[in-house]
């Protein structure tokens, strides 16, 4: 079993819609979560945290925590052709390190 | 957010060379810096945790020996892929998480090798 897991898709959205993106992560005791936009050709770009359970909201972006269920996603509203790009989930293991386990991500289409 | 500089952005090199990459944390101190791979549409990779004054820490399967890696400062860190071969073109980028406690990574622009 991967320690972090995202659905590959492509996630076909259109314009103005809102998509969904979701991961599960295996180590239970993890407390710190990411999601990382990366478009094609480019590096990732870090536009949410959150390490609490529940909603986390920022602009058209929500970030939702469920530790009981070990699931985080990730809500775009309004979604616009620009969204397009590949998001990553990553995880912080609980140990003393700064290192990341990132999932394979998720590509998202916003169809105009 | 942060700023991560990588220093090339594209390289092309004959195989058989060695290509040097840096990684610059610009506006605050990095005392660890990683290295990722990542190949065409696929997922980023973990290659090694650079350590600032200390020995770079690898991921199962990474070649030290091959891929050399000095964090001389707390602001900079090098990749060098030694006696590259075509197998190791690939997409390059180093991250650093911000200092005082603060887990946030932030990657730098990445490098794009291509060795023919």
């Known amino acids: 079993q991967k320690e972090v897991e995202q659905n590959s898709g492509p996630l076909s959205v259109p314009e103005g819609a809102i998509a969904s993106l979701n991961c599960t992560y295996s180590d239970r005791v993890s407390q710190s979560f990411f999601w990382y936009r990366q478009y094609s050709g480019k590096s990732p770009e870090l536009i949410m945290s959150i390490y609490s359970n529940g909603d986390k909201e920022d602009g058209r972006f929500t970030a939702q925590l469920n530790k009981a269920s070990q699931y985080v996603s990730l809500l775009i509203r309004d979604s616009q052709p620009s969204d397009s790009a590949t998001y990553l989930c990553a995880v912080k293991p609980v140990d003393s390190s700064y290192k990341l386990i990132f999932g394979s991500g998720t590509r998202l289409l916003v169809r105009p | 957010g942060a700023v991560v500089s990588q220093h090339p952005s594209r390289v092309i090199c004959k195989s058989g060379t060695s290509v040097k990459i840096e990684c610059r944390s610009l506006?605050?101190?990095?005392?660890?810096m990683f290295w990722y791979r990542q190949f065409p549409k696929q997922s980023l990779m973990l290659m090694a945790t650079?350590?600032?004054?200390?020995?770079?820490?690898?991921e199962q399967g990474v070649e030290k020996d091959k891929f050399l890696i000095n964090h001389a400062s707390l602001t900079l860190s090098t990749l060098t892929v030694t006696s590259a071969h075509p197998e190791d073109s690939s997409f390059y980028i180093c991250?650093?998480?911000?200092?005082?406690?603060?887990?946030?990574?932030?990657f730098g622009p990445g490098t794009r090798l291509t060795v023919l």
């Open positions: 991250s650093a998480p911000l200092a005082g406690g603060r887990i946030e990574q932030f």
């Open positions: 650079s350590n600032e004054g200390s020995k770079a820490t690898y």
């Open positions: 506006d605050f101190q990095a005392t660890t």
